[in-house]
Nanobody, 128 residues
Framework: EVQLVESGGGLVQAGGSLRLSCAAS????????ILWFRQPPGKEREGVSC????????YYADSVKGRFTISSDNAKNTAYLQMNSLKPEDTAVYYC?????????????????????WGKGTLVTVSS
């Protein structure tokens, strides 16, 4: 049974850093895009970042470029989101997701199209 489990959320001050992890099980990891989404309180879910586990190509939303870095360790079946220079507006529940490389393209996946599996989320709260 495929499972995605996020960890690493918590409370941090503005300007601080967190690293989120997404551990995948029962998944042919290298055949999938791994994505991070977030949903701020009272707002819609938005795509944050994506990595292709076939070639390590990456994509970032404009709001996080230069501050967040996505990476993937295929040997550990784990993806990461390193978040630096955090701002209060980064406060959200962060979700990891997986989409098969043959079923979608990164632009569609970042909008939520073609997602095969979702994690349950981890809360990130950034205080001023």
């Amino acid at each position: 049974e495929v499972q995605l489990v996020e960890s690493g959320g918590g409370l941090v001050q503005a300007g601080g850093s967190l690293r989120l992890s997404c551990a995948a099980s029962a998944l042919t990891f290298h055949e999938y895009y791994i994505l991070w989404f977030r949903q701020p309180p009272g707002k819609e879910r938005e795509g944050v970042s994506c990595i292709s586990n076939s070639d390590n190509s990456t994509y970032y939303a404009d709001s996080v470029k230069g501050r967040f870095t996505i990476s993937s360790d295929n040997a550990k079946n784990t993806a990461y989101l390193q978040m630096n220079s955090l701002k209060p507006e980064d406060t959200a529940v962060y979700y990891c997701a997986a989409a098969h490389l043959l079923d979608t393209v990164v632009e569609w996946a970042m909008s939520g199209t073609g997602i095969d599996y979702w994690g349950k989320g981890t809360l990130v709260t950034v205080s001023s």
